[in-house]
């Protein structure tokens, strides 16, 4: 009898283990199609010197499916030279993040004030910043500003006028709008660095620090950071471009659309010329704000940028205790009229994440950086790359990373339609 029950048990286990087997070896073939693919794409990109390197790290249902670091951190010197010992990327390496900092840092950093009841997304702006109290500003409002529809311009090189933060804040106060406040959606620097006076006004310290206390290290986001040189916890950095080059064709070349009447482009010569490396590629968040802007500035890694993502997939929530609330969530990932939420990209027409699901957000950074969360999957994207390292393309802009960005979230997609 004993004999027989030994033989029952063992026949259930090898049962168990012969119908179980296929789902694991369908799985793990899954995983290896998503990263044979995204490892061929960035391979290719890497070996044909369009980029120098990236990191990606992709997840779903709290797990890992791939990451990786891919080329180099740095290839050249400041003589644009090939290094003799190129640097070479890492997991762990701090990228400029470029407008990613908007999401990153600004939008949740106003998404925290808004579920203290600190602010409403719908107060206005003058509230706030008493500049803003004119007859042509008073109207805007903290969701005109989060969704590009406050009228603002787009960009303006600030760094001529300005030379701290406090002048760039009344310089942008000053500035004539360029369009009705509210009827487009207008992508706007100017109005997220707004945003940086919102928080500082609101908490009584530099908004830098009150991100890192209440958000980047509630987070266990100990790897983000603006001005990382400051802090020699630092040392290891995805270099960007030779000084300033695409913004000084701002400036300079008419062609481009943002050159302003009020501006000689010849009254101001204070232009990097070396390799960026650890210092934020931006010119206005770097000559006019000390490296500090709500609109661009901070430092993270893949793996620090996961773990904002992971809160806000789950919804709200870090290690079982409550972050951010629900309704709050509900409210900045709530489409607006031009199809975008507060702060985030939603719009599924956006080449990055075109034809995501419904409720999908996500940003880019200039600089080659870019996130996409897919909630319907419970899955992420982040894809980080020091794009402008290679230098200007002889047309004068750098190589455009959207078409890989583009190809990643592709096979994601099939991965998680399987």
Partial sequence: MIQSCFINKFFLLFLSIVCVFPLFAQQSQHEFSLSHTIDSILQTQVQERHIPGAVVLIKKDGKILYQHAYGYARLFNNQHQLLKRPEKMELNTLFDLASLTKVVGTTTAIMYLADKHLLSVDDPVCKYVPDFNTPDKKNITIRHLLTHTSGIIEWYPLFYKAHNRQQVFSLIAKLPLRYPIGAQRKYSDLGFTILGEIIQNITGMPFEQFEEEKIFKPLNMLHTTYNPLQKKLFTHFAATSFGNPYEKRMVYDSTLGFTQKDIDPTSWNGWRNYVLSGEVNDGNAWYANGGVSGAAGLFSTAADI???????????????????????????????????????????????????????????????????????????????????????????????????RKQIFQAVMQYCNQ
Avoid: C
């Fill in 306 to 404: 996961q773990q904002l993502v992971d809160m806000l997939l789950n919804n709200g929530t870090v290690n079982g205790q409550s972050f951010i609330s629900a309704s709050t969530l509900q409210t900045f990932f709530t489409k607006d009229a031009f199809q975008n939420g507060l702060g985030w990209m939603m719009d599924a027409h956006d080449s990055f994440m075109k034809n995501a699901p419904e409720g999908s957000f996500g940003h880019t950074g200039f600089t080659g950086t870019s996130i996409v969360v897919i909630p319907q999957y419970h899955a992420s994207i982040i894809l980080l790359i020091n794009r402008q390292h290679m230098g200007l393309l002889p047309n004068g802009t750098y190589f455009d990373v959207t078409p890989i």
